[in-house]
T-cell receptor
């Protein structure tokens, strides 16, 4: 079956760095997405990886290893506004997104 | 550029009543999705359209849910009759090549 695993909750300190891991099993693979979702709001697109390696976008970076079925989202210089849920989603061979349950990130001062 | 627009933002109805949600995707996006999301969970796909064709509706509870996408643009999702367990956020999303973009969602409360 198809499956996405990510931690349920993580806590980090303002100004620090946090890494949110995601492992996936899909029928075929057409890319890995990360979304940010604040409470009561819709998910917003953060990143897309389809090749192995690290993609950097400002304070956020996303890494993919296709051979390991593994990705992580790295958040640097954490700010209070980064408190949100971070959703990992893998696209299968039918171009359907398989969603994880999300990782709730709590930022403490 | 306007994003995905959904209406209404909030809806409270009594059980057994019908309800409908509307979605206007990003212009040019051929793929449209309806998702349901419960608190603390990821989005659950209900139906996916490629233009006017529903290419994946395997997760849609067809006894009470229906959807349509006329002219391959706007879409409506209907629930009739609603049940208490249908309380959730209903998200519409559209995509073109890379990235799926979501509307603000409709928060449905069935009482």
């Amino acid at each position: 079956g198809q499956n996405i695993d990510q931690p349920t909750e993580m806590t980090a300190t303002e100004g620090a760095i946090v890494q949110i891991n995601c492992t996936y099993q899909t029928s075929g693979f057409n890319g890995l997405f990360w979304y940010q979702q604040h409470a009561g709001e819709a998910p917003t697109f953060l990143s897309y990886n389809v090749l192995d390696g690290l993609e950097e976008k400002g304070r956020f970076s996303s890494f993919l290893s296709r051979s390991k079925g593994y990705s992580y989202l790295l958040l640097k210089e954490l700010q209070m506004k980064d408190s949100a849920s971070y959703l990992c989603a893998a696209m299968d061979s039918n171009y359907q997104l398989i969603w994880g349950a999300g990782t709730k990130l709590i930022i403490k001062p | 550029e306007a994003g995905v627009v959904q209406s209404p933002r909030y809806k409270i109805i009594e059980k057994k009543q019908p309800v409908a949600f509307w979605c206007n995707p990003i212009s040019g996006h051929n793929t449209l999705y309806w998702y349901r999301q419960n608190l603390g969970q990821g989005p659950e796909l209900l139906i996916r359209y490629e233009n006017e064709e529903a290419v994946d509706d395997s997760q849609l509870p067809k006894d009470r849910f229906s959807a349509e996408r006329l002219k391959g643009v706007d879409s409506t999702l209907k629930i009739q009759p609603a049940e208490l367990g249908d309380s959730a956020v209903y998200l519409c999303a559209s995509s073109f090549t890379q990235g799926t973009f979501f509307g603000q969602g409709t928060r449905l409360t069935v009482v």
